[in-house]
């Protein structure tokens, strides 16, 4: 009766984890779909706030790829799921580095949020600018540059909580992992 108990808490627990991760692959499509379609607009200080969500998503969608591979390499699977007996389990230390690496992700997202006020601000006043522009033709250039801005700050509107949960997931499914091997001195 025990074992059928402790069966069943590891096909529920291995299922969470099979969800967490195709949560993790349907985020990180969207953000490769997200950059994808990015674009500059040409204004150095709105660029450079779309820059950096672009940077962090990269970051975070390769941190993804990263950590399934790391978990299927803990539980002695392939990437199909296959058991390999010959696949080598990453080390505690390993899974340390990882998580410096995670963190980093969490830096460069926070780089992207402290520009995105002023980027905002800066397409703000583009705007303001096209739409008071006397000059038609003047008005017309204003008007394209105005939205591609728009479009920049629109892209980090929508990327970054993306971000900000595949992060906080990453961060999360690491932390488990390095307690679960210290903890049960499964190095």
Known sequence: MMMAIAMCMVCGANAQIKE??????DRSARLEALCKDYKTCGNSGIDGYGNEVKKAALLAIANSEQLENMYNRQIGETEDGVTDVTITKPTLEEWVVFSATVAGEGASIK?????????????????QSASSEKNPMKAAKAVKTAKSATAVIEFGNVATPILMEESAAQVKAVQEIIETLKSGKNL
């Open 20 to 25: 967490q991760i195709q949560q993790s692959k």
């Open 111 to 127: 780089a992207a949020v402290d520009k995105a006020k002023s980027a905002g601000e800066e397409a703000k006043k583009m705007a």
